[in-house]
């Protein structure tokens, strides 16, 4: 998840929100919640429409509260900002 943090800040390198999507990609595919909560902000939130997407962003926040409630509602990150109004 590092990397994703670099890229997407461009700490200490070119910043790209392409390459962090992939860092995050790696980390979230190992389960790792927020990992799945970064990425799922910048698919929601990127003004790149290649990148951009809501679906796929709620599908992570989704996962991320299951897999760890308490560790989403604790790390400061929006899991559930991507789930609010939603019908359940």
Known sequence: MLFGSMYAHGRGVPQSETEAAAWYRKAAN???TPA??????????SSDPKI???KEAVSLGEKAVELEPVQCKLSGHSCHGLLR???T
């Open 30 to 32: 190992q389960n790792d």
């Open 85 to 87: 109004g939603r019908p």
């Open 36 to 45: 799945m909560n970064n990425l799922a902000m910048l698919l929601a939130m």
């Open 52 to 54: 951009r997407n809501v």
